[in-house]
């Protein structure tokens, strides 16, 4: 079973980038899909993007297309998601999820591991 800690959150102006990581324990990193997901406050949890097991695959929200990155180091046992151009609507707590050999992974069903999220907050 992985275990997953997001950080990089922070408090950034509008047009600014940011970089959240997501560092694995547990289970075999280059086994799992990765995913990165963003809940706004009442809203639901929606899908940013995804990263297969190998790295070959990616997927992303129409929203964040062109603007965000996700990327993985499979020997630090870690997932990236570059931010940049960021605007007022990414204000969100984004979390860090993964699947055992899952694609795609932009269900929420789809990931039963979580991590607890980290905020990022869009200055206008």
């Known amino acids: 079973q992985v275990q997953l800690v997001e950080s990089g959150g922070g408090l950034v102006q509008a047009g600014g980038s940011l970089r959240l990581s997501c560092a694995a324990s547990g289970g075999t990193f280059s086994s799992y899909s990765m995913g990165w997901f963003r809940q706004a406050p009442g809203k639901e949890r929606e899908f940013v993007g995804a990263i297969s097991w190998s790295g070959g695959r990616t997927d992303y929200a129409d929203s964040v297309k062109g603007r965000f990155t996700i990327s993985r180091d499979n020997a630090k046992k870690t997932v990236y998601l570059q931010m940049n151009s960021l605007n007022t609507e990414d204000t969100a707590v984004y979390y860090c999820?993964?699947?055992?050999?899952?694609?795609?992974?932009?269900?929420?069903?789809?990931?039963?591991?979580w991590g607890q999220g980290t905020q990022v907050t869009i200055s206008s």
């Open positions: 999820a993964a699947a055992n050999r899952g694609w795609p992974i932009s269900r929420r069903n789809a990931c039963p591991y």
